[in-house]
């Protein structure tokens, strides 16, 4: 830095205030700093300034490898929503730590804020990290979470309202005429768990409606597809359908095309998410909508709250049924 202002004729603080955009230099003299910090390839030591910082500026989003089979994740929604907060915090000159597989517990968190390596996290779903979630919140870990929205958790949240998800999809069926649900995913998920309490409210109302339950542990293609054919094979089909994921309904029409059986003239099916080769699949999937859009720059704002000391409220998110072929 004295090299460059030596060389451009101006003070050491004169060219800390230009590599920092600083508004107390002079246009002329910011350009001449620059060029002459280009010319002689001068770039600031980014980890080096935040030592000198109260914050570093970057926030580490955790995934939820633990619901994924062997840690892969292949589910369009995750990677919208990672997109959708990678955008959200490049507008604030945030950057983005994406936080290996192995930050399963409370005090690799803790380690993570001590040393500095990251402000604060974004939780990309709850997963069955409920207990961990509640721990990290006691301890007082500045954190956000994509998932189930529960007023009674201690920490902030950002989601669509799984209820009325499942509502709305168990509203479809009785329209429908259907009278023997399946509910496919992992209700140990919070989210998940709210969608089957939602559609079995509906079911309730209707004495000749049954609703069995399908476990899928992981949140893949393969583990959904397997396990529905299991089914199919002990047990007689259902005339509807409601999916956890979008990836998971696709899953299972695959799985009913090897019985024979086609949506919608055999079943009823309903998918959750919206994700964007839902609209194009033949045929296209009735799901329920969650406003990714949306969610990346709440949960980034949420955790920026919470970072200046605020309390800020969980938010739960438009939700909506969109009607297609299935």
């Not at 989003?61 to 619901?67: E, K």
């Not at 399963?104 to 993570?112: F, G, N, R």
Request: proline share 6%; aromatic share 8%.
């Amino acid at each position: 830095m004295g090299d460059i202002a030596r060389l451009a004729n101006v003070s050491k603080p004169t060219v800390s205030r230009v590599l920092n955009n600083s508004p107390l230099v002079n246009e002329e003299t910011r350009e001449r700093v620059l060029r002459v910090a280009r010319e002689h390839g001068y770039a600031i030591n980014r980890n080096a300034q935040k030592l000198r910082q109260a914050r570093n500026d970057t926030v580490a989003v955790v995934l939820d490898f633990g619901s994924h089979r062997a840690g892969r994740i292949a589910d369009p929604f995750i990677f919208e929503l990672l997109a959708g907060v990678s955008e959200a915090l490049s507008v604030r000159n945030q950057d983005l730590l994406l936080s290996p597989s192995n930050l399963t517990d409370v005090q690799s968190h803790l380690d993570l804020i001590s040393s500095r390596v990251a402000d604060g996290f974004i939780f990309l779903g709850q997963g069955v990290r409920g207990p961990m979630l509640r721990e990290l919140a006691r301890a007082g870990a500045p954190f956000v979470v994509w998932g189930g929205v529960d007023p009674s958790e201690p920490y902030c949240s950002v989601g669509s309202d799984n209820r009325l998800g499942g509502q709305l999809a168990g509203e479809l069926f009785v329209k429908r005429g259907a009278k023997r649900w399946l509910f496919v995913g992992n209700i140990a998920h919070a989210e998940i768990r709210m969608r089957f309490d939602g559609l079995r409210a509906v079911a309730a109302k209707h004495p000749e409606v049954t609703v069995e339950h399908l476990e899928v542990e992981h949140m893949a293609y393969a583990p959904a597809y397997q396990q529905t054919l299991a089914w199919l094979r002990d047990n007689p089909p259902p005339d509807a359908v409601f999916a956890f994921s979008d990836t998971a309904a696709i899953a299972i029409i695959a799985a009913f095309r090897e019985f024979g059986l086609e949506a919608p003239a055999d079943y009823s099916l309903c998918g959750y998410n919206n994700i964007p080769p839902a609209a194009d699949f033949t045929p296209a999937l009735t799901t329920i909508e969650q406003e990714t859009h949306l969610a990346g720059a709440i949960l980034v704002e949420k955790l920026m709250q919470i970072l200046d000391g605020g309390k800020p409220k969980s938010s739960v998110l438009p939700t909506r049924l969109i009607v297609r072929q299935t």
